[in-house]
């Protein structure tokens, strides 16, 4: 089973769990969803009515936990601890995870000072076990390790949440790549036309050239033909004048020998 057919099932199981739960049995459904190692996408179960309805309850921390799994990193929760329930080992671990695939949405090169602030990792060591382990393994990240360089090599990253406002620069994005695209597509045109009259004019250039060659083997033929045929009347004549001047000439008497 692939990923993302993973994602869609246990989407699926957790929306429907949720739509059932009211009140601490919604938050312990949140705990459960933020919990799961396969789980990456939360906006479909906060758009759940009874999860909005969390929101100006007591259990409205578990409604800020669902958005911070779904739109936030590991930074965001430190800066707002206080504010919300304390996170088991399997949380921050997802949380990390997901702080991973938010630095890869902006830059694919990351170096490892910077991924060791985000994450709380004190080593090297620690930190490429991690990216292998915990995200390569995941399948949420593909991306290459250059320890010479200090930096990790983003090749292919999970995509996260939307978060509020995004959807608007998403589509201004697409929008400009659609342009870009169908500019470029006018412009191969364009070049694929300009080749094939250009092989046309070719053609046409090379047919005049076979033509002209043509001509000129056919008139060196005539030539050649009408020169032997000069050759040969030539021959002709000057036989019969040899052969007239011969009758001409008066024949010598034989004298008697005394």
């Known amino acids: 089973m692939d990923i993302e057919q993973k994602q869609a099932e246990l989407i699926d199981h957790f929306v429907k769990q949720a739509s059932a739960a009211k009140g601490s049995a919604l938050g312990s459904v949140v705990v ?10 939360f906006s479909e179960i906060l758009a759940v009515p009874r999860v909005i309805e969390l929101e100006g309850t007591e259990n409205s921390v578990y409604l800020d936990l669902l958005r911070l799994f779904a739109h936030g990193t590991w930074s ?22 997901l702080t991973v695939l938010t630095l ?19 080593n ?6 991690f990216l292998i382990n ?9 991306g290459k390790l250059d320890q010479l360089r200090r930096c990790f090599e983003v090749q292919f990253a ?23 695209s169908e500019n470029l597509l006018v412009s191969i045109q364009e070049k694929i036309k300009w080749a094939d009259t250009m092989s046309e004019m070719d053609k046409k250039h090379k ?22 045929s000069h ?24 004298h008697p020998l005394s």
């Open 32 to 41: 459960e969803a933020t919990s799961h190692p396969s789980l990456f996408a």
């Open 76 to 97: 965001d929760y430190k800066c707002n601890a206080g504010r919300l329930p304390q996170l088991i080992p399997d949380q921050i671990l997802k949380l990390k995870q």
């Open 104 to 122: 890869a949405e902006t830059n694919k090169v990351l170096p490892y000072d910077q991924l060791m602030q985000e994450l709380d990792v004190t």
């Open 124 to 129: 090297v060591r620690e930190l490429e076990d």
């Open 134 to 142: 915990e995200c390569m393994y995941a399948g949420i990240v593909r």
């Open 158 to 180: 999970a995509g996260r949440d939307l978060r509020p406002g995004q959807l608007g620069s998403m589509i201004q994005t697409l929008s400009s790549w659609l342009t870009t």
């Open 207 to 228: 047919k005049e050239v076979e033509d002209k060659v043509d001509e000129v083997k056919k008139s060196l033929f005539k030539a050649d033909v009408d020169f032997r």
């Open 231 to 254: 050759e040969e009347i030539s021959s002709e004549s000057g036989g019969v004048m040899d052969y007239e001047e011969d009758r001409s000439r008066p024949k010598r008497r034989r």
